[in-house]
Every structure is written in C-alpha cells, then in structure tokens.
C-alpha cells in the first residue's frame, strides 16, 4: 500500500491529458448501464481522475478533497442502493449473485444518446473559454458539464440525476478553481456536493422502495 | 441571542415537537402551525413598534452570527419575505391539520422554512445559494414524502440551485477582485452574463419548471403549494437584493423586459396543458405553475416600484392557494380511487365544498372575480395592455386556455354519481373550505385590508 506521498508523486509524473480518454469512458458508463454497481464504479473513477487532473490548478491536499468527497458521496449511494438490491432480491427471493441485467431498449437509447453526445464532442470539441484554465482542461470541463446535462435528460431515477449533478459540480470546480483556490471557495463546492449526496442517497431508498413487493417488511 | 438564532432554535424545536407526535398529526399540525403564528406576531409587533427587537431578541445582533465564512444578520430586508415565509407556513400547517394531509408536511413545514431564512440572512451574497441547495435538499425530502413513490419532482427541486450556483461563484470572485477585472473587461462582461445566467435558472423558465408540474402530480396538494409559494417568496427577494446590490445588472440585462416573457411563457405552456389535462392531480400541477408565473408577470412589469403590489400579492396568495390545496386535499382523501377525469362521477354531488373548494381556488388563481388575486390580476392585465401590448395578447392567451382547461375539469366533476358508496366530505373540511371562501370574497371586496401591513412592510423594504 503506498502512502499519501507516494501516491502524490506517482500521479504527478501521470500525463494529465492521457487520463482524459479513460475518464470520458467512464462518464460513457455511468450513463449507459442502469445497474448500480457498475455506475457507481465509474463514478468512483471519474472522481479519481478528476482528482489527479486537478492536481495542475490546486496543492495536493485540496485536490484530495475531490477525492474525499467523491468517497463520502460514493459510499452514501453504495449503502443506500444495496440496501434497496438487498431488501428486493431477499423479498423476491433472488439470490445476491444472480444477475439480472439486461440490455434492454431503455439501455440502447441512453446508449445511443451517449455515442451521439461522444461523436458530437469529439467531432465540433466544444470549448467554453473558461478563463486561466488551460485549453485541454476546459475542453474536458465542457465535455463534463455536458454529460452532467444529458445524464438529467435520461430518465428520473435518483443515481442517475446525482451523477448528472455530480458531473456538473465538477465541471465547476474546474472553472471555479483556475480562478482561485482557497478554503471558502474549496469548502462551498465540496458542500454542495455532500449535500446533493446525502439527499440522492435517501431518494435512491424511497424511489427504489417502490419496487420491494412488501415495503412495510422492510 | 440575536433575534435570528431564536427564529432558527424556536423552528428546530417546532420540527422536532411535530416529528415526536406522529400518531398525532393533526395536533402536530396545529401545534406548529401556533408556534410560526407566534413568531409572526413577534416579528410584526416589532414592525408595528418600529423597534428592532424581538421577544427581546435584537434583530442586528452585535457581534453578528458568523459560521464558516458566512456572516448571518436579519437586516431590514431580509425581515419581510422571513415574515412572509412565516405566515405561509402558519397558514398552510393550520389549513392542512384540520383537511388531514401527509404526516411529513408538519415537521417539514418549519425545516424548509428555517433553511429558506438562513439563505435570506446570509452574506455574502453571490455565496448564499449554498443554503439554497440545504433548502432543496429538505424540500426534496418533503415532496418526497413519507411514501415509497417516484421521485421525480424531489430530483427536479434539487436542479435549479445547484445548476445555478456555479454561476453566481463565478461572478463572486470576479466582482471581489476588481484589479483583475480591471485588467480584462472580458472578464467583467462574463461576470455579469453569469450573474443574469444564475437569477435566470433560479426564475425556474421553461424547461426547467418541471418540479412544479411534477410537485402537482406526485406530492400531496399542500406540499405542492407550499413549496411552490415559499421558493416564489425567497427567490423574490433574493434577486431583489441582487438588483440591489448590483445595480449595474439592469444595464446587461433588463429584468423588466426578460421577466415578463418568462412568465408569460410559463403561463401559455400551464394553460395549454391544463386543458389537456387527464388527472386532477396533473390539473394542479398546472394551476401552480400558472400561478407562478402570473406572480412573474406582476413582477416584471410593475418593476422595482412594484414591491408594494407584490408584497400584497404575496400575503394574498396562500389564502388562494390554501383553498384549492384543501379542495383537492378532501377529494383525495374521499375519493380512494385515482382522481383521473373519467372516474369523477357524482364528486360535485357527494363533496361539493371540496369540488366548489378546488374550481374557486384555480379560478381565482386566474384573477376571477370574488376571488381574493383579483384585483392585483386586473390591475398586471392593465398595466400589460398599457406598456407590452405583445405580452398582453400571449397572457390573455394564457389565461383563456387555463380558464378552459378549468372549464373542461368543472365538466367532469359536475356528471351524475354512479358509485352509490362513494363518500360525503367531512362537515369540518366544509366548514373550513367555507371560512376560506369568505376570505377570499372579503379580500377581493376589501383589498385595502392588508394595505397597512403592507405600507408597514415597505418600510423595512426599502431599507438600505
């Protein structure tokens, strides 16, 4: 296990613009699949890349805030959706490790929404000028802003609307944080977002509550 | 302690006193809807006395609150939407503890209302959304409810201040380092783009009204309203304070020409689909944004010197609103099934306070006559034939839709009654649907009934 400065120094020497192309897949993934695990997964990577990506605006120890809060936000949903897994397949009678994921029609059209926001992106690259931020990073910005909005055009379940808010704070952070980085303006976006992970994480329980057979078991 | 941290403990204690007595909730109801009425009266004792004191609790606090970075002070301004928010709240627990509606709405009721007056009394300015987002967040888990069911209108609460609040981060730190901006007046130009962006999504346009549709449809019809009211209420004086602050906004972007279109966009798209409206439910969702967007348009064009004719319309509107949110609250609870148009057989016959209760409100969310919005309606209808003939056309448009939509709803409540067990609504709910019919005829005969509080509130109002 290497320790925090290890690890620093090791993400430091990491290209930043290589980590981009991992990271759109991830946001790629965290649209498509419905199934939490995998969302949530790709949530969590996204926000480690993120992280490492603002190492270049920000000293280590504010950017491992990124990190920290995506951690606090990704354990609340974790518990919050296998709680609702766990209480659904117990009541149906379903076994923890059968997989009930299928590529289904809704799947293919938020993945054809997905390719097209992608092609879309990598053929116009939009770019909004954000000021002191380098070009590439603002492009990865807007590419996050973006998706953040499309992920709320996907549907109405709760874990896909907090990652959309999700991604939209840290489009933010990005534009916020070239401008300046200090305690009030780290601490105000890293509130914001706890407080859209606490409230995702107890919507998640009651809108998926609706599909336990017998909710007042529970 | 200042008058504002008592504000804040009394609400706390309020929640957690309707949260404790879950079997009982109408006393839950009642028992908060006393205690923001007795904050009401302290606060509008010290207005009346001019004093700046509140049950012994000075509203400027020296030293002022401070926690994190923000500082936290009733000033003047702040006083009258808080006083605002407070009668709402006092109005609607009240109201809703004698129809009987969702448990969570009592112990709710003070949360958002305490959270909505941090958001007001907090600086600086361009940081306060924070506590904004706290506010959605305990408005989502109001309109979630105590139910499992989908969770569409508590996700779109949570969109416009977190959307938003980039933005105004944006323009805070532009606007604190002037030497910068100085420098590059490009800089400067998308502070204020974002400031006017920021105002812009917290105005809820279309598409972004989506949780007043949805709050109709899902949530309890008092959830709906209040919300609706309170968000109204804050964002109100927010931007105010904003115009205030920066007055140099009006110059990138008049108010008082983007405002109107906003609202009366809002009012073409609810009018149009109330009158394609299935569902009671999906009618009051409508009626709301209606609401909100007439409210918008009074706004718009009355401008700055509107203030009066918008606080009055403030104080009116829960009386409105309370009235339909008790009729269709009432239908509800008697009517087991789901209230779509085809299964309304013999509701006028069986409830009819509660179906009176429900048309009267929506028709005097137009600006009926004998209802209590009409004369501020009449006059916004005035004022847009007088200085936007184009706006006028498109609200008149508006409200010929909605008033059909109301129409087509009357139709469907009024056919013969076809399920014999159906059941009689409460003589108690009558009683109170009865009381708030007579104040809404008796404000819309008198509205020089709320001019003195209102002259009393422009006082604190207008002060700098």
């Given amino acids: 296990m290497p320790t925090l400065e290890q690890f620093l120094s090791f993400t430091q020497r ?4 290589a980590l981009i192309v991992p990271s759109v897949l991830l946001v790629a993934v965290m649209l498509i699949f419905s199934d939490w695990r995998w969302g949530l997964t790709a949530f969590a990577g996204v926000k480690v890349l993120a992280g490492i990506q603002l190492l270049q605006l920000m000293p280590p120890e504010w950017a491992l805030q990124q990190w920290i809060t995506g951690g606090l936000v990704a354990v609340m949903w974790f518990l919050a959706a296998h709680r609702v897994d766990t209480v659904r397949r117990k009541q149906t009678g379903v076994p923890w490790w059968q ?10 059209l938020r993945m054809s929404f997905v390719l097209l926001l992608l092609v879309a992106v990598y053929r116009v690259r939009p770019y909004a000028p954000l000021p002191k931020l380098p070009a ?7 590419f996050l802003a973006l998706s ?6 996907l549907g109405d379940r709760p874990m896909r609307w907090g990652f959309g808010l999700s991604l939209w704070l840290l489009a933010a952070s990005f534009a916020i944080h070239a401008l300046q980085v200090t305690a009030e303006t780290v601490g105000l976006i890293a509130g914001a977002e706890l407080l859209l992970g606490f409230a995702i994480s107890y919507l998640i329980v009651v809108d998926g509550a609706r599909f336990w057979p017998r909710p007042e078991e529970a | 302690m200042s008058a504002l941290v008592f504000v804040l403990l009394v609400l706390m204690l309020l929640s957690l006193l309707a949260g404790l007595m879950r079997r009982q909730s109408q006393i839950a109801g009642l028992v908060v809807a006393f205690g923001l009425a007795w904050l009401s009266f302290g606060m509008g004792h010290a207005l009346w006395a001019g004093t700046s004191e509140m049950f012994g609790h000075t509203f400027n606090a020296n030293p002022p609150n401070h926690l994190l970075m923000f500082r936290f002070e009733l000033d003047a301004a702040a006083r009258v939407p808080v006083l605002l928010l407070l009668i709402w709240g006092a109005l609607f627990a009240g109201v809703a503890a004698v129809v009987k509606t969702e448990r969570i709405l009592y112990p709710g009721i003070p949360l958002v209302v305490a ?4 958001f007001l009394s907090s600086t600086p300015l361009l940081w306060a959304p924070l506590w904004l987002v706290l506010a959605a967040v305990i408005m989502a888990f109001l309109a979630q409810g105590n139910t499992p069911r989908p969770a569409r209108a508590a ?7 977190i959307l938003a609040f980039p933005f105004f981060l944006f323009a805070a730190w532009v606007f604190s380092q002037s030497a910068v901006a100085a420098e590059d007046p490009r800089l400067w130009n998308h502070a204020w783009k974002a400031l006017i962006i920021g105002v812009f999504i917290l105005t809820s346009p279309v598409p972004l009204h989506g949780w007043i549709t949805a709050l109709g449809e899902t949530s309890s019809p008092f959830v709906g309203a209040f919300l609706v009211g309170v968000w109204q209420i804050t964002i109100y004086a927010f931007i105010r304070s ?8 009006t110059g990138i972007a008049d108010p008082g020409v983007w405002l109107p279109w906003i609202a009366v966009v809002q009012m073409l798209w609810a009018g149009a689909a109330m009158l394609g409206s299935q569902r009671l439910g999906q009618l009051w969702g409508y009626v709301l944004l209606w609401f909100y967007g007439a409210a918008l348009l009074a706004w718009g064009l009355t401008g700055e010197l509107g203030s009066q004719a918008m606080l009055w319309l403030l104080l009116a509107h829960p009386l409105t609103l309370t009235l339909a949110a008790a009729g269709l609250q009432s239908l509800e609870h008697g009517f087991k099934r789901t209230l779509t148009y085809d299964n309304l057989h013999g509701v006028s016959e069986r409830m009819p306070f509660s179906a009176l209760a429900l048309l009267a409100g929506g028709f005097f969310v137009l600006g009926w006559p004998l209802g209590a919005l009409f004369p501020m309606r009449m006059a916004t209808y005035q004022v847009a034939a ?3 003939g184009n706006i006028f056309m498109w609200g008149m448009l508006a409200l010929m839709l909605a008033a059909l939509g109301l129409i087509r709803a009357a139709r469907h409540l009024t056919t013969p009654v076809k399920d014999v067990s159906l059941a009689r609504e409460s003589k108690r709910v009558a009683a109170i649907l009865a009381i708030l019919l007579a104040a809404n005829v008796l404000l819309a005969l008198n509205p020089g009934l709320l001019g003195p509080l209102v002259q009393q509130l422009m006082s604190w109002f207008n002060t700098l």
């Fill in chain 1, 14 to 17: 990491l290209d930043s613009t």
């Fill in chain 1, 99 to 108: 997989i009930e994921w299928h590529f289904n029609p809704s799947t293919w």
């Fill in chain 1, 136 to 142: 590439d990073m603002a492009r990865y910005a807007t």
């Fill in chain 1, 148 to 153: 953040g909005l499309v992920a709320l055009g």
């Fill in chain 2, 115 to 118: 959270a909505l007056i941090l």
């Fill in chain 2, 155 to 161: 996700l779109r609460i949570l969109l416009m201040p």
């Fill in chain 2, 242 to 249: 904003l115009l205030f602050r920066y007055p140099a906004m």
């Fill in chain 2, 386 to 388: 007088y200085r936007a």
